[in-house]
């Protein structure tokens, strides 16, 4: 958010920056019209190359949400979760996907990303379940779910990877893991924390990671417990395997009971590893604390002291309408603010911190090399209806103008609508493929 008080001229060409050049706040553009007048003349065959005034709305990079969970998302209606634990949503998801058809996953998929972009995102990294204990043809039946579905959705939104090994999974087909990563995921995940075995378990997936040349996206100490701490294990074996820079760790809940000379020291190390780190909010304000009478922990990891350690930290979405967090929607903007709640960030400068937590760090933790707003990288940008980081985040604007791969897929006119036919297609077929149904709970 440097120079927030300049006005800026920016020029695309074949979907790539050409030209990023401060103007005077008064410069007049000879033909340029509003969004709201270009909106309404898109299609009508209007000759030349269009100059569109922004009237000072904020354009920022696509929001790139670096965890997700798209083949859960909208399963609530066929899984539930009463005790609203994380150990009851594992269990009652594990218990149900054997019964999930491909195409039905794929769907998920698609609807979960659509809506996402539809708010803004262009980049996704999503874990997938992996559910070895069922079969080995349960656990393939995601990937080959997810593997279609990216490539689908590929000129639209582009989509990461990552199965997730089950925990304890050194007794299992491991052979399984490595089918997932010739099939051409992006990377491998876990949750090394559930299992009674993690420090061989986090070997194990530093083994394949180093052979299939990938990075390490692993859920890490997501409980209220302080003492749980697979995250030194991680630190050190990313330093001593030398792929610092390549290892993700999510959550990190159990930073947020430790004394502050614990999570202090605990965050050097992840700092001198060269981690990288996300955050969810949202999901870990909804799941943790649960067995605490009052007061009760909330779980949401030290995301200021993380951030000020230099350690590159994004906030993301988690999950989506499904049994282990029953909301979202995959806006990034709610979830930023719901992290300046939760992290009491909410001074000018916290507010910047919060929008590059959704844009160029997850963009860093990604791998993304040219998601800046920079000559000759690409375009991918989401305008908002606001003129500054306060008014964004006091309305989260639902009138949002989203460019993605080359060509605007979302333009807020009258009515928020689908610009690219058959991107309108494939949400109206998603959509109806995952629908919301009358699902009767259990009364206690």
Not at 153 to 170: E, H, K, S, T
Not at 366 to 395: C, M, R, W, Y
Request: aromatic content about 8%; overall charge negative.
């Amino acid at each position: 958010m440097e120079d927030e008080e300049c006005f800026y001229r920016l020029a695309i060409r074949d979907g790539s920056w050409t030209q990023i050049q401060k103007q005077e706040a008064d410069t007049a553009q000879p033909g340029a019209v509003s969004l709201e007048r270009w909106a309404s003349a898109l299609g009508a065959g209007e000759s030349g190359i269009p100059v569109i005034d922004l009237e000072g709305k904020i354009l920022l990079p696509g929001f790139v949400d670096a965890h997700m969970h798209l083949d859960k998302s909208f399963s609530l209606t066929s899984v539930d979760n009463l005790s609203g634990t994380l150990e009851e949503a594992v269990r009652n998801y594990s218990l149900a996907s054997p019964s999930f058809s491909k195409d039905e996953i794929k769907s998920r998929i698609m609807r979960s990303s659509l809506q996402a972009l539809s708010f803004g995102t262009t980049h996704i990294r999503t874990h997938l379940d992996f559910n070895l204990r069922a079969s080995r043809e349960v656990a393939l039946r995601t990937i080959e779910a997810a593997l279609e579905a990216k490539e689908a959705l590929a000129p639209y939104i582009r989509l990461q990877l990552f199965p997730m090994c089950p925990y304890n999974f050194m007794a299992l087909d491991v052979e399984a893991i490595e089918e997932a990563l010739r099939m051409g995921v992006d990377g491998i995940g876990g949750a090394p924390h559930l299992s009674s075995t993690a420090k061989e378990d986090i070997d194990y997936m530093f083994q394949l990671a180093e052979k299939y040349d990938v990075p390490i996206d692993l859920h890490c100490d997501e409980t209220d417990n302080p003492n749980m701490r697979t995250i030194e294990h991680i630190s050190w074996k990313t330093k001593s395997e030398g792929y610092s820079g390549r290892v993700t760790v999510d959550h990190l809940c159990a930073l947020a009971s430790m004394t502050d000379h614990d999570a202090h020291g605990i965050i050097e190390r992840m700092a001198e590893a060269g981690l990288k780190a996300v955050s969810l909010p949202a999901v870990n304000l909804y799941l943790q604390g649960r067995h605490d009478s009052f007061p009760v922990r909330r779980g949401v990891t030290r995301l200021k002291q993380i951030w000020e350690a230099g350690i590159p930290i994004a906030v993301a979405s988690d999950n989506i309408h499904d049994p282990f967090h029953p909301f979202g929607r995959g806006d990034l903007m709610q979830i930023a603010l719901i992290g300046s709640y939760a992290a009491h960030m909410g001074r000018p400068a916290d507010l910047r911190t919060l929008l590059r937590m959704i844009t160029d760090v997850p963009a860093e933790v990604l791998g993304l090399q040219a998601h800046s707003i920079k000559s000759g990288n690409e375009a991918n940008f989401v305008v908002v209806d606001a003129n500054t980081p306060e008014e964004l985040f006091t309305l989260l604007p639902e009138r949002r103008w989203v460019y993605s791969q080359g060509s605007w897929v979302r333009m807020a006119a009258s009515k928020a609508e689908w610009q690219e036919p058959a991107l309108a297609q494939f949400w109206k077929e998603a959509s109806e493929q995952v629908s919301f149904h009358k699902h009767e709970f259990a009364k206690g």
